[in-house]
């Protein structure tokens, strides 16, 4: 069916009064999105296309019941506005904001992880389960319904290949964006064992980059625990040491984080790697032909790089 939203998801905006908040709310509620309230201190009695705006996330629980909230505040506001959603008993927290303090996003992180909550971001494109809901900023028109998941540090690559999937008739499950930072409110890891745990995706597609060691855990995970195939796309081949890729998370340092060492950690897991983004279609389409050609879903994994 889908990881992390599903068409139950009750999402509550906050910073809905913005201007990015209240363009993103419109495009999220035409994509079908359950969009019960919306909150912005001081601005509570307004509405923003028809939904309800509260001063505070407590008030707007007591009134809408959501069960996940979209973040679109300022970088000194992440915290204040993560840690109200928190307090509320928000189970999801979708934090698109760019800039937030890495500092922040750890004591975002463990507050979060204390309760049993879970943030994605920040950084992020968002969450979307094609034809049913989307929490954030991806363009919709890209992404359609079916069995592929897809998880992405790359929100531009993750737009990209679900609309090659698409167009080759391969269809997503859910496509996550972890975010760009150096720490992240929710791993590749963790979301490989969502996707493997989900009965209706047949295949993942991991978008990495340089920077970090995300990948590297993963191909450790895939290699001991994942039942599912996974192909894998690794960005910044040609990025020099200590020269930062767009991302704030994307630096090859002090000789680590090399798009070629992940690679090669991947190959070694029997991920399938591809080289190019366009050949990912390539290899997700090759599995699922050998899936549906009378196979068991057990078959050994094997690495394979396309040239």
Not at 81 to 100: F, H, K, M, S
Not at 188 to 203: E, S
Not at 244 to 265: F, Y
């Amino acid at each position: 069916m889908s990881i992390l939203v599903n068409a139950e998801t009750r999402v509550c905006v906050q910073g809905i009064t913005g201007r990015i908040g209240s363009t993103q709310t419109e495009h999220m509620l035409r994509e079908g999105t359950k969009i019960v309230s919306g909150v912005t201190p001081g601005k509570g009695g307004m509405t923003v296309a028809g939904v309800p705006v509260f001063d505070s996330m407590s008030e707007a629980q007591a009134h809408t019941q959501a069960n996940a909230a979209v973040v679109f505040v300022p970088p000194s506001a992440a915290e204040p506005a993560c840690n109200e959603a928190i307090a509320a008993g928000i189970p999801l927290i979708v934090l698109i904001t760019e800039g937030v303090p890495v500092h922040s996003t750890m004591r975002i992180r463990a507050r979060a992880e204390k309760v049993g909550a879970r943030l994605i971001g920040p950084t992020t494109p968002g969450v979307i389960v094609p034809g049913c809901q989307k929490l954030g900023i991806m363009p919709a028109r890209l992404f359609t319904p079916g069995s592929v998941g897809v998880i992405s540090r790359s929100g531009t690559l993750s737009y990209e290949i679900s609309g090659e999937l698409s167009a080759a008739g391969l269809g997503q499950s859910t496509v996550v964006g972890i975010g760009a930072d150096p720490v992240v409110g929710t791993d590749i890891q963790t979301l490989l064992q969502l996707f493997n745990d989900d009965p209706d995706t047949a295949a993942v597609i991991l978008v990495g980059e340089v920077g970090g060691n995300q990948e590297e855990r993963a191909a450790e995970f895939v290699a001991e625990t994942m039942q599912k195939p996974v192909v894998a796309y690794v960005a910044g081949h040609t990025v020099p040491l200590g020269v930062r890729m767009g991302h704030a998370g994307a630096i090859v340092a002090g000789g680590t984080g090399s798009a070629a060492d992940k690679i090669k950690t991947f190959e070694r897991a029997g991920v399938h790697v591809a080289k190019q983004p366009s050949q990912v279609v390539d290899l997700v389409q090759e599995i699922l032909d050998k899936q549906t050609g009378g196979s068991d879903g057990k078959k050994k994994r094997t690495s394979k790089s396309l040239d």
